[in-house]
């Protein structure tokens, strides 16, 4: 099962239509596989995602979503690094 679904996602970025849905789709697993870069472990590896790791999630979405023609990505990902340190494996 996916850590947010469709309609989280939505509701996070305030889309209510689906003109975009297909895209947003795309990017809710492009955030998902950021974050678990930047964890080093897949999200299966937790019994219970924890509420840091679901709002980066969110975060990522929206970022991405937002700025997909001008994101700075050194950015998002110094963010990601910082709000995720504390389950962050320190080797593969």
């Given at each position: 099962m ?14 209510d ?7 947003i ?5 492009s ?11 897949p999200?299966?590896?937790?019994d ?5 790791i ?9 970022y ?14 110094k ?6 340190s504390p ?5 593969f």
């Amino acid at each position: 099962m996916a850590a947010i679904t469709l309609d989280e996602a939505k509701a996070y970025l305030r889309v209510d239509n689906t003109v975009e849905d297909d895209l947003i789709t795309k990017l809710i697993g492009s955030a998902t596989a950021t974050v678990e870069n930047v964890l080093r472990q897949p999200l299966s590896a937790f019994d219970s995602l924890p509420d840091d790791i679901h709002t980066a999630i969110l975060y990522t979405t929206a970022y991405l979503y937002e700025y997909r023609e001008t994101a700075d990505f050194d950015a998002m990902i110094k963010f990601l690094r910082a709000i995720l340190s504390p389950y962050r494996k320190e080797d593969f």
